[in-house]
């Protein structure tokens, strides 16, 4: 049953929460009860001028009661039956269900909401606890500490009598790092409650970074006729920049971005992607600038310039990722690396030469995405010195089509495959 047919059902829902009976909503409509019972009960068709009055009367929108508000509710049914495993679920029939027990269609959804938050809470802390950085040094720091106190016991501990300016070295050498150790015991139990908060805890200078980045979308255009102090200043000023390394971090970042809108001034990019469309490449002959400065413009203007917002990712020449603009779908990792296929790495083996590449994302919700990568040399040259090298890629949503992809995933952990021995290399642009 479409949702156009379950107009009667949603007027019945509506008049028992108001506490209307079915006599006095017909009798202020103008129409007889029995004609209501009907339209109440989906065998008659509404519309014009009558569900407008009924729609005034119930206190609503008539287009809630002709459309429905289930529209997101019945793709979140579809969601919950494509990801369960009983078979036999009947899919077609959603629009009914949503409509005739709204209240149980809406827990199920929240159900599958809720387990969906907390699989993505579970790998982000597993993922954490496996690779993250600050986690892994504090506890070398402890593992160390403690081998310096057994050490140093077991030399006060042996017999036999030890001069006496060495006893006291000894001693203030095992208070000294058991001092250490219970001080770093404390900042260890701190952290780990915080990370707790998989979404909210940002315990890196790069985390800090992309919170910054993503609180102001990217863009600073307003910045870019300020000198280096104001600089300085607005990020000083941003309170999810809480030291001074991410406090650095965000400042080369910023200024890579002003160069870029110097560069590539928003309403030059507007006009080109005008003209030529989501095509990096042209826009970027055509501009005159890099690759790299059109990818990282795109990513920041793709809610205004492209139908569907972009996301960016950046990693160092060892393959770090440094950067990064999530976009939905395309789950990016936190500590770990990343999917080795994805063309981001390819460019590094390919510098200055860009990639496109169409990729299907492995997983429940699996999508389609259009990538183009391009590896840029940074820094100045050197003589007889091999130059550094940044990788950018930009991720354009599409429609999934069928056979579509070069499947890949976030990390090796979570590909289906876990080989990419086969698999075919990212095209290069003609």
Not at 29 to 41: K, M, P, R, T
Request: glycine fraction near 6%; charged fraction near 25%.
């Amino acid at each position: 049953m479409g949702r156009d047919t379950l107009t009667g059902s949603r007027i019945r829902e509506r008049r028992a929460m108001v506490g209307m009976r079915q006599a006095e909503l017909a009798k202020a409509v103008g129409i007889s009860a029995s004609y209501l019972n009907l339209i109440e009960h989906n065998r008659r068709r509404i519309g014009g001028k009558l569900l407008v009055d009924i729609a005034a009367e119930l206190g609503v929108e008539a287009s809630l009661l002709s459309e429905g508000a289930e529209a997101a509710l019945i793709a979140a049914l579809g969601e919950a039956a494509a990801d369960g495993t009983q078979a036999g679920v009947e899919v077609d029939r959603a629009d009914e269900f949503a409509g005739r027990f709204p209240g149980w269609a809406a827990l199920i959804a929240q159900q599958h909401s809720r387990i969906e938050n907390l699989e993505r809470t579970a790998v982000t802390l597993t993922d954490r606890l496996t690779h993250d950085p600050h986690l892994a040094t504090s506890m070398h720091e402890m593992l160390t500490m403690v081998t310096a106190i057994r050490s140093t016991a077991g030399i006060l501990a042996e017999p036999g009598e030890i001069e006496p300016e060495w006893q006291t070295r000894f001693h203030r050498n095992l208070n000294e790092d058991s001092q250490r150790l219970a001080d770093s015991s404390q900042q260890l139990v701190a952290y780990l409650d915080r990370a707790g908060d998989a979404a909210a805890s940002l315990t890196l200078p790069t985390e800090e970074v992309d919170a910054m980045l993503s609180t102001h979308g990217f863009r600073f255009d307003d910045l870019v006729d300020a000198d280096a102090a104001d600089v300085r200043k607005f990020v000083q000023s941003q309170p999810e920049l809480t030291s001074e390394p991410s406090q650095d971090m965000a400042m080369t970042v910023i200024r890579q971005l002003l160069d870029d809108a110097r560069r590539l001034p928003a309403a030059r990019l507007v006009a080109l992607v005008a003209e030529l469309g989501a095509a990096p490449v042209e826009i970027a002959n055509t501009a005159g600038v890099p690759l790299a400065v059109v990818l990282r413009r795109l990513a920041a203007f793709s809610e205004e310039v492209l139908p569907v917002a972009c996301g960016l990712v950046m990693c160092d020449g060892a393959g770090t990722l440094m950067l990064r603009k999530a976009v939905d779908g395309f789950p990016m990792p936190r500590f770990s690396a990343a999917c080795p296929k994805w063309p981001l790495f390819q460019a590094l083996a390919r510098p200055m030469q860009p990639l496109r590449q169409i990729l299907s994302v492995t997983g429940r919700d699996a999508r389609s995405f259009e990538c183009y990568a391009v590896a840029d040399p940074i820094g100045p040259m050197r003589v007889d010195a091999p130059p550094l090298y940044h990788s950018y890629m930009l991720i354009i949503p599409q429609e999934a089509r069928a056979n579509d992809g070069y499947e890949v995933g976030s990390t090796c952990r979570v590909c289906p495959s876990q080989a990419c021995e086969g698999r075919r290399e990212p095209s290069l642009l003609a």
